[in-house]
């Protein structure tokens, strides 16, 4: 069911569930339009555990790493990637390991070498802001989208909306 976020407190805040339900793991690809929240959403799933610095979008640098005390998590922003081989070449086979929280925006970018995510989150620009809708593809993924309603703000509601 898709979950419509009113605004960028909702958006960080639904992050912020995601990522307690991810518990440190799993690969998400986070799919959108250019302004659709990406980012946002990343932010919010780091916030969940326990960073608090900046979360810029690694459009340049193709990945941020960041070390939490529970989690080794990987932000990739592969909206520059020319070749999806060139991720041989970053390192990302070993960022992409069972023991690492990888989020990938542009993930079609890296198609037939990523390997098959937990999770996409799907999002949208709405009238009344975001839609974000989840798609599971492992058992992990399930379980966190089973985990989701419950941690939901008042802000977020779930309801139908015009979107592009």
């Known amino acids: 069911m898709p979950i419509t976020l009113n605004d960028e407190a909702a958006q960080v805040a639904f992050g912020e569930s995601l990522g307690r339900a991810l518990a440190g793991r799993g690969q998400i ?4 339009d250019l302004g659709a929240g990406k980012t ?5 799933i780091l ?3 326990g960073h608090v610095g900046a979360v810029k979008s690694p459009t340049y640098t193709l990945v941020e790493p960041y070390e939490t005390a529970s989690a080794r998590i990987f932000h990739f922003d592969l909206y520059r990637l020319g070749d ?4 041989e070449f970053l390192g990302a086979r070993d960022m992409l390991g069972d023991d690492a929280l990888c989020l990938i925006e542009w993930p079609s970018r890296g198609a037939g070498w990523l390997p098959r995510p937990d999770l ?10 975001r839609v974000a809708t989840g798609i599971a593809h492992s058992e ?3 379980t966190v989208l089973a985990q989701l309603p419950a941690g939901l703000r008042d802000s977020v509601s779930h309801k139908e909306d015009e979107c592009r």
């Open 29 to 32: 690809h986070l799919i959108g």
């Open 40 to 44: 946002t959403l990343a932010r919010g």
């Open 47 to 49: 916030r969940a555990y």
């Open 84 to 87: 999806p081989e060139e991720l």
């Open 120 to 129: 996409e989150i799907h999002l949208a620009v709405c009238a009344s802001g």
């Open 140 to 142: 992990q993924g399930n």
